[in-house]
């Protein structure tokens, strides 16, 4: 079945380093994907999205990569501060509707000082 | 930031006593959704809604219902709760034709049935 996976569930980076969350997912007719940020008690917000017409897009210190051939997402943060430690998730869908919205498991990212 | 509140922010209920759990939103958009979170895990989708008088069920069945009587407010029931409920529930919305596909989040319920 559709599945949207994160190849690792924990990692540690150090304060001021860059980090790279990845996510692979197995629907190949996905063609919008969103990754969003939780913080400990509070829901998930909205980082940075891409739709399978571009492979690469940038935002304020992140920047989603993605690679249709091997069905893989990455995202990227730059410079990462302690904000940055949350669970990150990345989604996908087709024809861009909400409700068929699938979630992979989070990654939690822990910033060290 | 998201105009979207959910209540209670905690609950801890016996088995089979009837909850409802509040959502609302001060943004006007037309989709809500329910989604179930377990700790650390992946949100599952429980119910939705196109806009007042549509409710739809997702991919979880959750043995709970909603209702849409006005666009602001997206409340979920569970008629006789279970300790497989116990569960986080999050809320969210987003606009009905908006070109990103972007979900804003309540706080969510963390609900925990004895």
């Known amino acids: 079945g559709e599945s949207v996976g994160l190849h690792l569930p924990t990692l540690s980076v150090q304060e001021g380093d860059n980090s790279i969350i990845n996510c692979a997912y197995s629907?190949?007719?996905?063609?919008?994907f969103i990754w969003y940020k939780q913080e400990s008690g509070k829901g998930p917000q909205f980082i940075i999205d891409?739709?399978?017409?571009?492979d690469k897009r940038q935002g304020q210190r992140v920047t989603v990569l993605l690679n249709k051939t091997v069905k893989h997402l990455s995202l990227q943060i730059a410079a990462t501060q302690p904000g940055d430690s949350a669970v990150y998730f990345c989604?996908?869908?087709?024809?861009?509707?909400?409700?068929?919205?699938?979630f992979g498991t989070g990654t939690r990212l822990t910033i060290i000082p | 930031e998201a105009d979207i509140y959910q209540t209670p922010r905690y609950l801890v209920i016996g088995t089979g006593k009837k909850i409802t759990l509040e959502c609302s939103q001060t943004?006007?958009?037309?989709?809500m959704y329910w989604y179930q979170q377990d700790p650390g895990m992946e949100l599952h989708l429980i119910h939705y809604?196109?806009?007042?008088?549509?409710?739809e069920k997702g991919d979880l069945s959750s043995e709970s219902t909603v209702s849409r009587i006005r666009t602001e407010h997206f409340p979920l029931t569970l008629e006789s709760a279970r300790p497989s409920h116990t569960s986080q529930y999050l809320c969210?919305?987003?606009?009905?034709?908006?070109?990103?596909?972007?979900?804003?989040f309540g706080s969510g319920t963390q609900l925990s049935v004895l």
């Open positions: 969210a919305s987003s606009e009905f034709a908006s070109a990103s596909e972007k979900l804003f």
């Open positions: 629907n190949s007719a996905s063609d919008y």
């Open positions: 891409i739709r399978s017409n571009m």
């Open positions: 989604a996908e869908t087709t024809n861009f509707g909400n409700e068929k919205l699938t």
């Open positions: 943004m006007g958009h037309d989709k």
């Open positions: 809604s196109y806009g007042v008088n549509s409710t």
